[in-house]
């Protein structure tokens, strides 16, 4: 895992201000992205799809252009690269030589050639005392002394009978066998993903046509490969992508691949599922839209 610096007046930047939040939260991801990958600040073109869909930016294009336009990016051959980015963050070479530096240090330790200095007895010196002091405790060195001589008209006591250890019981309570857990476990999305004819049917039903079916089906791939998402079943986390707030309502517009749907979307889409629910309880059918195209219904709150 590597790291990258932030100052931390970088959101009272000016240039950053002037860029906006699509510029701001793209350089950040940026930022992790040459950190990570270790491009010494460069984003290639092909990098920027995924780099603005970590952002959640929909116009990564326009949205690098604002950073050109203040500063803070440059454009070369074949991608961007981060101003003044070796001012700040270490180099892909030094990097990779602390790395293998560490990774040496570790080796001699583990083999025995060296010893950390921050264990007791890597710096030679013994833990501390009870009592809280710092001080080394210094060893005990026997002395030389007379060895003692037995003296033979002492009688010596015969050697006592040895106990007899109880035998040991054998336990015969057998363990019951361990349950396996019947959840099952989260995987990333498999490779060539389409929904199950099921859940096309499902979504059929809410009034979202084949296309569009495809077309929200493929944003849902990109996003869970961007995202590096891990579900245990992926046609239900679709049917769920169809009613979040990525996925524009029937009939609207669909949202751009890395988009969320717009407020007014999400309020037409929660006012056709309540006018559904409506009028299956029998209830008045809903007024015509307005004349400028706003959906109104009794009893919905516009």
Partial sequence: ????????????????????????D???????HCGGS???GFVSDRALRMVGAEADVDDPKASAARLMGVGLWTKVDGGFVVHDYHEYQPS?????????????????????????????????????N???S???RSRPSPVPGKIPVPDPSVGVSPPAPAREEPAAQTDTHTAPPERKSRKEPDRPIPEGWRPSDESVAWAAGRGFDRSRIEHEAERFRVHA????????RWDQGFR????????APPGAPAAAPNGRASPADRQQRHNAEFLRLVGARGHDPPLPPDDDGAIETRGVVR
């Fill in 130 to 132: 009870n009592n809280g």
């Fill in 225 to 232: 490969l961007a995202k590096d998402r891990r579900l245990a």
């Fill in 1 to 24: 895992m590597s790291w990258v610096k932030l100052d931390d007046g970088f959101f009272r930047n000016a240039k950053v201000i002037a860029a906006g939040r699509d510029a701001r």
């Fill in 240 to 247: 769920s992508w169809l009613t979040s707030d990525y996925c």
């Fill in 26 to 32: 793209l350089y950040l991801a940026a930022l992790c």
């Fill in 38 to 40: 270790l491009t010494d």
């Fill in 92 to 128: 892909a070479t030094k990097v990779r030589a602390d790395r293998d530096a560490a990774a040496e240090r570790m080796r001699r330790i583990r083999s025995g050639g060296e010893q950390p200095a921050n264990i007791p007895g890597g710096s030679g010196e013994l833990p501390p």
């Fill in 134 to 136: 710092s001080a080394t």
